[in-house]
């Protein structure tokens, strides 16, 4: 077996040295995480670590100011495990620079991508992707915002919900109807016609809006991918980025196994450390098993994307139902074994708690991954 063939179960130099950059801005951002997380605006701490450090360009080829000549799912999973290890609102602002510009990275004219990419490798501005409607979920092919050519340009008419950054973006990649098919326009949130209200408060806040498109023009060059064909390159994003969402999963079951670690190691009941009573050890080591096992189907599957991330979807689907249903049954068991000091408001571990909860909801909710693994075993594509 030559060098190149080797098998590769370790992270190599380029993406530990990655993971060193990553740790120290979730440590810079840990002090204050708490405060981060409950803000339904961008949090100012966290982007200027975020900025500092120059990790966005992870999301941007290198021809636009970016790292890496193709983005390479393996970095920015690692990244996000690190992130999320101290703060969801650092995650998230990391990860949507990738997920709400990839559009315009694989389907954006030249000048549009010179225009705007160099920018959001810098954060300097900020993307989002506006694909969810009020009545529209998972089932995304009955979008009813509608993308119209017009001598003047592309009309943008429709609704958006539950948008991520928005109101804090500057711009857009917006999936609608055209004729019979599907386009995407890049919509600069100045753009006349389009409002933003503040999205639902949730139980994990997060940066939301509710879009309205009120007959928005762009110029024709703003199209994203060619007329009537742009549902691939949401599937396309998606390839790319769903496993992502599993590293971040890894990291918030590690740092809810770690708080759980702390706690019983220190606190002592019949004598001794809580970890000493079989039942709270036990739990624990699960919690391990599951940590363990979801980094290594998470590094694995985002290895496998690296190359074709269209042909590994399957697996990116697997590593993301897997570490984001491990960090819900990690994060419980460690809200158990901290007893009620698992229990107080505004403790970490509460954060922790709560935060978990939508992984296994966007980005393709588990049973909407499960159901289409199902379609695929009944292929034979196992
Ligand atoms: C924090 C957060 C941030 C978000 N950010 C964005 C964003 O930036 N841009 C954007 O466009 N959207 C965003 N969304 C929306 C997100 O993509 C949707 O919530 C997601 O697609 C699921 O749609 P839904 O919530 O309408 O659930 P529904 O589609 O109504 O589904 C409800 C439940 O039904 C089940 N289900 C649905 N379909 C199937 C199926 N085929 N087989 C089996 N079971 C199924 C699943 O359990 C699912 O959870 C965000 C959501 C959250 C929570």
């Known amino acids: 077996m030559s060098a190149v ?6 992270l190599g130099p380029r993406h530990r040295e990655i993971q060193r950059v990553a740790r120290d801005v979730a440590a810079q951002v840990e002090g ?17 670590a975020l900025r500092g450090s120059g990790l966005a360009a992870c ?46 990275t694989v389907g954006g004219g030249e000048a549009l991508k010179r225009a705007w990419l160099p920018r959001v490798a810098r954060l300097e501005a900020v993307a989002g992707l506006a694909l969810t409607e009020p009545e529209v979920g998972s ?35 917006v999936l609608g109807r055209e004729g019979e098919g599907y386009s995407m326009a890049l919509v600069p949130a100045d753009a006349p016609g389009l409002t933003v209200t503040p999205g639902a408060g949730l139980i994990a806040p997060h940066i939301l809006g509710e879009l309205t498109f009120d007959d928005v023009l762009v110029p024709e060059a703003n199209r994203l991918g060619a007329p009537g064909k742009a549902f691939s390159l949401m599937l396309r994003t998606l390839a790319v980025f769903r496993v992502t969402v599993a590293g971040s999963a890894v990291g918030l079951a590690q740092a809810a196994l770690d708080e759980a670690l702390r706690h019983t190691t220190t606190r002592e009941q019949f004598g001794g450390p809580l970890i000493g009573l079989g039942a709270v050890g036990q ?21 496998l994307a690296r190359t074709d991330p269209l042909a590994h979807l399957d ?67 196992s």
């Open 59 to 104: 999301v941007v080829p290198a021809a636009y100011g970016g790292r890496d000549d193709v983005l390479d799912p393996l970095t920015i999973a690692v990244v996000r495990e690190a992130l999320m290890y101290a703060s969801a609102h650092l995650d998230s602002l990391f990860g949507m620079q990738g997920v709400g510009s990839y559009p315009l």
């Open 139 to 173: 089932d995304l092919r009955a979008v009813t915002t509608t993308v119209r050519a017009e001598p003047g340009g592309l009309r943008v008419s429709g609704r958006k919900s539950f948008i991520t950054n928005g109101g804090a973006a500057d711009f857009y990649c």
């Open 315 to 381: 697996f990116s689907s697997i590593a993301k139902v897997s570490a984001t249903e491990a960090a819900g049954r990690v994060v419980d068991r460690s809200v158990q074994a901290m007893g009620r000091f698992g229990l107080i408001r505004g403790s970490k571990i509460e954060r922790l708690y709560r935060n978990a909860r939508p992984l296994r909801v966007y980005e393709g909710a588990t049973e909407v991954l499960l159901d289409s693994l199902a379609r695929r075993l009944a292929k034979g594509v």
């Open 283 to 303: 739990n624990l080591a699960q919690s391990w098993v599951d940590v363990e096992t979801a980094r290594a189907i998470t590094y694995r599957a985002a290895s």
């Open 5 to 10: 063939d080797e098998p590769i179960f370790e």
């Open 32 to 48: 204050f995480a708490a405060e981060a997380d409950e803000c339904t605006e961008i949090h100012r701490g966290v982007a200027e």
